[in-house]
């Protein structure tokens, strides 16, 4: 595992064990009304009564979701066929030590994604909880940026990566190809 997916998991745990405490930390002193939708503009448009449903699910399904991604994520090295990424084939067509350094790449590519779902899971229920029991409307900069940056940063990124991955995948199967030895068959 490459240091910075180290650092990316780590961080992952952190902030997953930060905001489950609080989420149960804060539950008990709730009002009776919590904003359970954003509209397209940010404002809380639908509210629920105060239930263990209506306040975790946002947890259980950030937690779900990047418990996914992570186990997704550690399969890179052992199931590489089960991904749909640019280049698969030259991926593929590689040696097994070949393959690994692109497979960490996946690898560490997915963690970060984990990070973005958990962190916009996790200001969405702070926005939550600060309209339960203030006087803020709707979403706040947090959940703003963490969209923007986030989602939009992200996705940007990962076109980007896509290109670049593919790309020297490619280049790395061509290699391996022109040093592999020859069989001394002919093809005509």
Same mark, same amino acid.
């Given at each position: 595992m490459s240091s910075l997916r180290r650092i990316l998991l780590l961080a992952i745990i952190a902030l997953v064990l930060v905001w489950v405490t609080l989420a149960i930390v804060v539950y008990g002193d709730l009002p009776a009304t919590l904003a359970t939708h +954003?509209? /397209?503009?940010?404002?809380?448009? &639908?509210?629920?009564e105060k239930s263990i449903g209506s306040w975790f699910v946002l947890t259980i399904i950030g937690v779900c979701t990047t418990a996914f991604l992570l186990v997704t994520a550690q399969r890179a090295d052992s199931r590489p066929e089960? +991904?749909?990424? /640019?280049?698969?084939?030259?991926?593929?067509?590689?040696?097994?030590?070949?393959?690994? /350094?692109?497979?960490?790449?996946?690898?560490?590519?997915?963690?970060?994604?984990?990070?973005?779902?958990?962190?916009?899971?996790?200001?969405?229920?702070?926005?939550?909880?600060?309209?339960?029991?203030?006087? &803020?409307?709707?979403?706040?900069?947090?959940?703003?940026?963490?969209? %923007?940056i986030g989602f939009?940063?992200?996705?940007? %990124?990962?076109?980007?990566?896509?290109?670049?991955?593919?790309?020297?995948?490619?280049?790395?199967?061509?290699?391996?190809?022109?040093?592999? /030895?020859?069989?001394g068959r002919r093809t005509s």
């Open positions: +954003f509209g /397209p503009d940010g404002r809380a448009d &639908q509210f629920s089960m +991904f749909n990424i /640019p280049g698969k084939a030259a991926l593929l067509s590689l040696p097994r030590d070949l393959q690994a /350094p692109f497979l960490e790449e996946l690898a560490t590519w997915m963690t970060g994604l984990s990070l973005v779902v958990i962190v916009q899971f996790a200001a969405i229920q702070y926005d939550m909880w600060r309209v339960a029991t203030s006087s &803020q409307r709707g979403l706040s900069l947090v959940s703003w940026s963490a969209m %923007g939009g940063g992200f996705m940007l %990124g990962t076109i980007v990566w896509m290109v670049y991955f593919r790309r020297v995948v490619v280049a790395a199967a061509a290699v391996a190809v022109a040093r592999a /030895p020859s069989t």
